[in-house]
């Protein structure tokens, strides 16, 4: 993917920009009522060169525009809403240097968008990634009480490997998930 965007049907994949860190927040705090990354985490993770941050947009979202006329001044600006409104989901992986596996962080699709292979498509671009990075093994942690997302990365031939107890800020517990790239 190297800076270049992948179009699948009317949906955008490509890695995140730093004019995608509001976009982000807000379907952080959308996606997520506990164990949110902070703003300053996810800008972080824009320009990181162990981590892929790989965003998904409607391409044939229609742009707000407001435009701010001041008469007294002759001055016209206009602002657009597009990079707030169009990101419909996104997926992290950190990449641990010096060994073969990587990990899955977080993976988010808005809700009114999901059940639409949104969720899929970008795990599938963090794998390809990931091998291209060198790195054969991807694991993640899902809360135990997430059934669709479990049933989602076993759809993609991820396995349970492990648990952890009480894992998430909720309390729920977590199953450690695993999938062979290569």
């Known amino acids: 993917m190297v800076n270049t965007a992948k179009v699948i049907g009317q949906y955008q994949y490509r890695l995140a920009q730093k004019d995608d860190l509001s976009a982000l927040v807000a379907l952080e705090n959308k996606c997520f009522a506990y164990d949110k990354l902070s703003q300053r985490s996810l800008r972080h993770w824009i320009t990181a060169k162990h981590g892929i941050l790989l965003v998904v947009e409607d391409v044939n979202f229609d742009v707000d525009v407001d435009v701010d006329v001041d ?66 093994l991807l694991r993640l942690e899902v809360s135990q009480k997430n059934s669709k997302a479990i049933s989602l990365y076993e759809r993609l031939n991820y396995r349970v490997f492990g648990e952890y107890s009480d894992y998430y800020e909720d309390g729920s517990d977590a199953y450690r998930m695993q999938k062979a790239l290569l």
């Open 71 to 136: 008469v007294d001044k002759k001055t016209t600006h206009a602002n657009t809403n597009k990079q707030l409104n169009s990101l419909l989901g996104y997926g992290l992986v950190w990449r641990y240097n010096g060994t073969k596996v990587a990990r899955l962080y977080s993976l988010a699709v808005d809700a009114n968008y999901r059940g639409q292979n949104i969720a899929s498509e970008i795990l599938t671009q963090l794998e390809v990634e990931t091998v291209r990075y060198g790195h054969s």
